[in-house]
């Protein structure tokens, strides 16, 4: 990736159309989106900021506004007024714990109370909404019942504060196959149930698609059959989470078409690692596949 990222412009009115000027390129990918054309809108969009890291914060955000993305993501306080000033919002804040770090061992729980309760304050003074946490990881002396259970003590010391504040706290499924060795929540059937038994709607679930793919697949049947647990979605091309576009197995299209009839209506965020010199082209690319 470079700093200073340079956009090239398409050539050729027949074989692709004409590219503006402000960097909008006049084609029709594989997947069939068009790339003139104005947003749909149907599915709002969101950008993870770690997959960008050498591109300079008020790059991405300025290229985010311009071709249409609400927000850009993962971020802490220190970031949250770069997006502000450019129109944009936080649709997933970063929380500072770590992920093997859970609520599912008590021992944890003072530590982890005590950030959220700190972070919880700051994301809804700043106007935003989503706060990320996690399970933690599995133990040979604790297993998925008993890992459920503590997560419920715990997030029962932080959820009156989230529900006085209108913040939400989201746990990420990850996979824990590939990326998160020993990850506990790396399956909806089991997040589903954390959500059940914590009863709020102040906690739900993050339902990353690239993750879920890798441990159960089935994409479109458990989102539609647990929407109502889920918060937000991140994206990801498998494997490899690269691109989404025609060279990986997930056909985003009719992912996003389900998302969109299902009524949801927060965030998709994109967190796939471009392999493509020019990061921002393949950003822009899967806004397209994603805008149904």
Not at 75 to 89: A, E, H, I, Q, S
Not at 102 to 121: P, R, T, W
Not at 133 to 161: A, H, I, M, T
Request: charged residues 25%; contains cysteine; glycine residues 8%.
């Amino acid at each position: 990736m470079e700093n200073t990222v340079s956009r090239r412009l398409a050539m050729g009115a027949v074989a692709a159309g004409v590219a503006a000027a402000a960097g909008v390129r006049g084609i029709r990918t594989a997947m069939g989106e068009d790339t003139n054309a104005a947003l749909k809108g149907n599915i709002r969009q969101s950008v993870c900021r770690w997959c960008y890291g050498k591109i300079p914060l008020d790059e991405l955000c300025e290229f985010s506004k311009k071709i249409g993305i609400e927000s850009v993501e993962l971020l802490g306080p220190n970031d949250w007024p770069t997006v502000r000033k450019y129109g944009l919002t936080c649709a997933m804040c970063s929380s500072g714990t770590s992920i093997p770090k859970g609520f599912n061992k008590l021992e944890n729980h003072d530590e982890l109370v005590a950030q959220y309760e700190k972070m919880i304050s700051l994301v809804a003074e700043a106007g935003f909404t989503n706060l990320i946490c996690f399970s933690g990881n599995r133990e040979p002396e604790l297993d998925d019942e008993q890992g459920l259970e503590n997560c419920v003590v715990g997030l029962k010391r932080v959820l009156p504060l989230a529900e006085k504040h209108k913040v939400v706290l989201v746990m990420e499924l990850l996979n824990s196959k590939v990326n998160h060795p020993g990850y506990m929540c790396d399956h909806t059937i089991w997040g589903a149930k954390l959500c059940k038994a914590i009863g709020s709607e102040n906690f739900k679930l993050l339902y990353d698609i690239y993750h879920m793919q890798i441990m159960e697949g089935d994409l479109i049947r458990t989102i539609r059959d647990n929407i109502q647990y889920i918060a937000h979605f991140h994206t990801g091309g498998n494997p490899g989470r690269h691109e989404i576009d025609e060279t990986q197995e997930i056909y985003y299209p009719a992912v996003m078409r389900a998302i969109v009839e299902t009524g949801y209506k927060g965030f998709v965020g994109q967190e796939f690692i471009p392999e493509n010199p020019n990061p921002l082209e393949s950003l822009e690319k899967a806004i397209r596949i994603c805008d149904v």
